[in-house]
């Protein structure tokens, strides 16, 4: 008589036997991602412009779009990566994140194994491929960690999105965490060490300066200006009080209206008044493009220009010891909340008028 056919467990299965035995926890650690080589620039910007989260045109005009976006971008775009040696440092920097959050977070709790994952929007690795890696590891359940600290249906949800469509691991979520304690400390530890560095000059005035949004995207509900705010009020009260500060908008592209004032515009007040200016990337939490390229040589040779008395920046938060203590604290908050979706002080905390707040307890 011949053997029976020896059936593989299924996935769930699998996780609920790991599970009796231990608790293996993804971290998933949710970021915009950027070429690795300047032949990925294109690829990259295709992706970025074909997500309909970014452009809402319905298929097959967003694709079209699109690649007109990328072939046209292209080569200012290779330009800019050129000046980072031909990729985006954003992986390297999350990384660098993760390895920091493993260790941190195995301090604090036991019987609990974790492993973080980078996941990327637009570039390698995929959300897709963090899924499969988190499988492939043996997780049990996953903890959901946006690096966007400001929520916005452009960033944090289409990651959300992704992964929803990716994995089918049990998981919580934090969604945004823009006014917490420590994570609004380490904000304002970075910028005083710019100040100092800096030669301490008296009463600077701080540009606290975002990724921007169309104005149309905040019109439909979305939190993320609102959250800026939120941000720049929590650091605001951490600095000394004789400071002056200013919440401006980066990075706008396209002919649409953007929310403001413009970092750009304000580098014009600032030169009017004659004060010099500490940039603080404030929706940042690395380097990549906008940081490096954007702020640090553009905007600093528009200071010079104008003739600015200085122009210092802060910054990202990168793996700072205090960055990564808040992240820390934001995932055994979510371990705490399975199933939920919800900033890092629990329950929602965007106004009802704004419709598109993540918040799903």
């Not at 080589?37 to 079209?64: E, H, M, T, W, Y």
């Not at 945004?176 to 304690?181: A, E, R």
């Not at 040779?301 to 820390?328: M, V």
Request: charged share 20%; glycine share 6%.
């Amino acid at each position: 008589m011949s053997a029976l056919p020896v059936e593989e467990p299924t996935s769930d299965a699998r996780r609920s036997l790991r599970a009796m035995t231990s608790r293996r926890v993804a971290i998933i650690l949710f970021n915009l991602g950027g070429p690795d080589s300047p032949k990925a620039v294109r690829p990259f910007l295709f992706n970025l412009f074909n997500d309909k989260a970014i452009i809402s045109a319905p298929q097959p005009f967003r694709f079209l779009i699109a690649q007109l976006i990328s072939r046209t971008r292209e080569k200012s775009a290779k330009a800019n990566y050129a000046f980072m040696g031909g990729s985006s440092p954003i992986l390297p920097e999350t990384q660098k994140q993760a390895d920091a959050l493993e260790a941190a977070i195995a301090q604090r709790v036991s019987n609990v194994t974790f492993k973080c994952f980078p996941a990327m929007s637009y570039w390698k690795p995929f959300v897709k491929d963090a899924a499969k890696a988190a499988e492939a590891w043996g997780a049990t359940d996953a903890v959901l960690l946006p690096l966007y600290p400001q929520f916005s249906s452009t960033t944090s949800a289409s990651s959300l999105a992704a992964w929803a469509k990716a994995s089918r691991l049990p998981s919580s979520t934090i969604c945004c965490y823009p006014s917490g304690q420590k994570f609004a400390q380490a904000h304002a530890d970075t910028i005083l060490t710019a100040w100092r560095q800096g030669g301490s000059p008296p009463t600077p005035r701080v540009l606290f300066s975002a990724h921007g949004l169309p104005q149309s995207v905040i019109e439909r509900g979305d939190p993320y200006q609102w959250q800026v705010e939120q941000t720049v009020a929590a650091v605001r009260r951490l600095l000394p009080s004789g400071w002056d500060a200013v919440t401006c908008y980066q990075s706008r592209v396209g002919p649409l209206k953007w929310i403001g004032p413009s970092t750009e515009e304000e580098l014009h007040r600032a030169s009017t008044d004659r004060q010099g200016v500490i940039v603080s990337p404030i929706a940042f939490v690395s380097e990549h493009i906008e940081t490096l390229v954007e702020l640090d040589i553009e905007y600093a040779q528009r200071a010079q220009e104008l003739g600015l008395p200085y122009y210092l920046r802060a910054p990202a938060l990168g793996a700072e010891p205090a960055f990564i203590d808040a992240l820390a604290d934001f995932v055994e908050r979510a371990l705490t909340a399975p199933g939920k979706v919800e900033p890092d002080s629990g329950g929602r905390i965007c106004p009802a008028s704004m419709k598109l707040c993540g918040a799903r307890n």
